[in-house]
């Protein structure tokens, strides 16, 4: 157990597992107080479990993150404490194009990587206020830096950095900073939901040979969260071993080396 965030109260969405389940882990080992919110109340209540095993603070809540009304509940439950942190990481995969995305599946996904950015900082927008100094960190992805395939969950992606810097300015009066991360292919079972052709081909294209591991996330998240990153706000921090800034370049000069040998 380390101290960066001894007596910060910070909440993690879809931290029942994937991504959201290292950074609640993470987090607790540097001493915060982790309220785990997921959908799935059992996969929480086993995260907060593993928290308090390790001598660590942590809490289960079941929030549907697409319901207003369920952040309405969350921020009762904090009973007026301030918050000094808010990871909006719950979300969904979905690849498909706009002639093939079902209206259905659009505001599906829309709801759960979109609208629950705006619900959490809405709803927990007096929380953050009250703490004297807090931090938001919307997990996003690459699809929202680049042009991308999938209709529903390139837009969603793009409106979570969107209105991550919305939020920067609006908050900034009040102490809190807004930021976003953009993930590349992380070894989370949401990579590997689809054909695993998708996650092969895409390798490709990452200098790094590999894909990230949970962990590495989380730290990336640990640091906006921290008071090391206090003045970094309305910005984006994208984590994806080089693959939208040398991609391109790193599959053609690749492929130009094996066709050469």
Not at 19 to 34: F, K, P, S, T, Y
Not at 79 to 87: A, F, N, S
Not at 166 to 176: D, P
Not at 187 to 196: A, E, I, N
Request: charged fraction near 20%; glycine fraction near 14%.
């Amino acid at each position: 157990m380390t101290a960066r965030f001894r007596d910060r109260r910070i909440v993690v969405t879809g931290a029942g597992s994937g991504m959201g389940r290292a950074e609640a882990l993470g987090l607790a080992r540097e001493g915060a107080d982790v309220l785990v919110a997921d959908i799935d109340l059992a996969a929480a209540r086993a995260v907060a479990d593993e928290i308090t095993a390790a001598g660590g603070t942590g809490r289960a809540h079941h929030l549907d993150v697409a319901d207003p009304d369920a952040w309405r509940g969350l921020a009762t439950a904090l009973d007026g404490k301030p918050l000094h942190g808010l990871v909006n990481n719950a979300g969904v995969s979905f690849r498909k194009g706009i002639a093939e995305t079902s209206v259905d599946d659009w505001r599906r996904v829309m709801d759960i990587n979109l609208s629950s950015v705006f619900f959490g900082m809405k709803f927990l927008s007096g929380p953050l206020a009250r703490a004297g100094g807090a931090s938001v960190v919307n997990v996003s992805s690459i699809a929202g830096m680049v042009g991308y395939f999938s209709a529903s969950y390139g837009a969603s992606k793009w409106g979570v950095r969107g209105l991550s810097k919305v939020g920067s300015l609006e908050f900034a009066t009040k102490g809190v900073r807004v930021n976003s991360v953009h993930p590349g292919l992380v070894d989370t079972p949401l990579l590997h939901s689809g054909d695993h052709r998708f996650v092969d081909e895409s390798l490709r294209s990452v200098p790094a040979g590999r894909v990230a591991a949970p962990e590495e996330i989380a730290e990336a998240v640990a640091f906006l969260l921290s008071d090391e990153a206090s003045y970094i706000n309305g910005t984006e921090l994208v984590v994806d071993g080089g693959l939208v800034s040398g991609g391109t370049y790193h599959r053609i000069t690749t492929a130009l080396a094996e066709g050469a040998s």
